[in-house]
T-cell receptor, first 115, second 115 residues
């Protein structure tokens, strides 16, 4: 049981390049999330998904797209990277809403630098 | 949008001391979560609180869900060097597919423990 995994762990992009970050979870969670973490700003939600085939915008969605074709995977895409997207990106997942408790579990992060 | 004010922003303490940090909000939350983030890692859930007034412990950590539902507190007793890291509070206002059960995060408290 690996929990939440993210690939790649590190990446350097040039301005204008594109890339996709992959998040995978093996806990059968319905909900998945993409956050970015910048110094002194905590975690900010980019996009989220409440189930396979669904996506929705979070707090800072501009410049990013997502897809949830399979329940266990949540992809984050940058079509044309900008220096302002230099950040650490975290994926998280949460169990089905029918459970009494609610907990989000995080992956180890992807450190992205855009030059 | 909702905001969480987490304080203090940073703490420098001696090993063996007790630590207290808190989060406050102008909005009501139905769930409070406390996470710890080690350098280069993703946040790890420490404690989850689901009822106003609830007091929950996890080893040397104790957290409380404020009666007003607008605040939460985390205490660490007898700190040790491995307590070093960033501690985040997170609040959940609404659960379910409509809201995506999104969390609002505080900006974090950076804890340094001197041996």
């Amino acid at each position: 049981n690996a929990g939440v995994t993210q690939t790649p762990k590190f990446r350097v992009l040039k301005t204008g390049q594109s890339m996709t970050l992959l998040c995978a979870q093996d806990m059968n969670h319905e909900y998945m999330y993409w956050y970015r973490q910048d110094p002194g700003m905590g975690l900010r939600l980019i996009h989220y998904s409440v189930g396979e085939g669904t996506t929705a915008k979070g707090e800072v969605p501009d410049g990013y797209n997502v897809s949830r074709l399979k329940k266990q995977n949540f992809l984050l895409g940058l079509e044309s990277a900008a220096p302002s997207q230099t950040s650490v990106y975290f994926c998280a997942s949460a169990p089905p809403e029918t459970r009494v408790s609610y907990e989000q579990y995080f992956g180890p992060g992807t450190r992205l630098t855009v030059t | 949008g909702q905001q969480l004010n987490q304080s203090p922003q940073s703490m420098f303490i001696q090993e063996g001391e007790d630590v207290s940090m808190n989060c406050t909000s102008s909005s009501i939350f139905n769930t409070w979560l406390w996470y710890k983030q080690d350098p280069g890692e993703g946040p790890v859930l420490l404690i989850a609180l689901y009822k106003a007034g609830e007091l929950t412990s996890n080893g040397r950590l104790t957290a409380q869900f404020g009666i007003t539902r607008k605040d939460s507190f985390l205490n660490i007793s007898a700190s040790i060097p491995s307590d070093v890291g960033i501690y985040f509070c997170a609040g959940l206002a609404a659960r379910g597919e409509t809201s995506g059960s999104r969390l609002t995060f505080g900006e974090g408290t950076q804890l340094t423990v001197n041996p």
